[in-house]
């Protein structure tokens, strides 16, 4: 199973604030997607990230988000202005290949906004 | 409409027992996949089934699809304590790459 990490595991910002969350996967992989998952609700689909541009987004993801690869290896959610409601556990997740294949989930990113 | 919605909401069984959980979408689908998560922490892959599979193992795992019925089954044999833990199913539709999760059935395992 391809193995994934982000940091950080825990993030506590002030509302307003800028966050950026980062996935790491330890081997090459062309499919990235970003989850959240609300304390006590569904895990939801933020965005998927394929040969460096976005392939798919919900409605959650408006423009105070954005995801990039700055050096090909990071793969990086960033949330221009927090709010209270964005605090919630955030998954990312990577797949080796195109059509129907299984999404390995990184370990996640707890972010609270105070 | 809800997409990937399991039931049992919650489920407590005895050390040794099978667990059944249950998972029904609206809409036809490509793959059905089954996550488990422990209390806080990441989604753990357990299984896929392709539209076209109609069950499938993986150890003390067995996955059925019934795509007539837009339902599937998870089943656990002889449960151990270590699969406590919340298990969701999760639908891939279509030409899109996202996963619908339902909201899973927590699963207690007594010792």
């Known amino acids: 199973e391809p193995e994934v990490t982000q940091t950080p595991s825990h993030q506590v910002t002030q509302m307003g604030q800028e966050v950026i969350l980062r996935c790491v996967p330890i081997?090459?992989?062309?499919?990235f997607y970003w989850y959240r998952q609300i304390l006590g609700q569904k895990v939801e689909f933020l965005v998927s990230?394929?040969?460096?541009?976005?392939?798919?987004k919900s409605e959650i993801f408006d423009d105070q988000f954005s995801v990039e690869r700055p050096d090909g290896s990071n793969f990086t959610l960033k949330i221009r202005s927090t709010k209270l409601e964005d605090s919630a556990m955030y998954f990312c997740?990577?797949?080796?290949?195109?059509?129907?294949?299984?999404?390995?989930f990184g370990p996640g990113t707890r972010l609270t906004v105070l | 409409s809800q997409q990937g919605e399991e039931d049992p909401q919650a489920l407590s069984i005895q050390e040794g027992e099978n667990a059944t959980m249950n998972c029904s979408y609206k809409t036809s689908i490509n793959n059905l996949q089954w996550y488990r998560q422990n209390s806080g922490r990441g989604l753990v892959h357990l299984i896929l089934?392709?539209?076209?599979?109609r069950e499938k193992h993986s150890g003390r795992l067995r996955v059925t699809l019934d795509t007539s019925k837009k339902s599937s089954s998870l089943l656990i044999t002889a449960s151990r304590a270590a699969d406590t833990a919340s298990y969701f199913c999760a639908t891939a539709q279509g030409g899109s790459e996202k996963l619908v999760f339902g909201k899973g059935t927590k699963l207690t395992v007594n010792p």
């Open positions: 089934i392709r539209s076209n599979e």
């Open positions: 081997s090459n992989h062309l499919y």
């Open positions: 990230f394929y040969n460096n541009e976005i392939s798919e």
């Open positions: 997740a990577i797949k080796t290949s195109g059509g129907t294949d299984t999404q390995y």
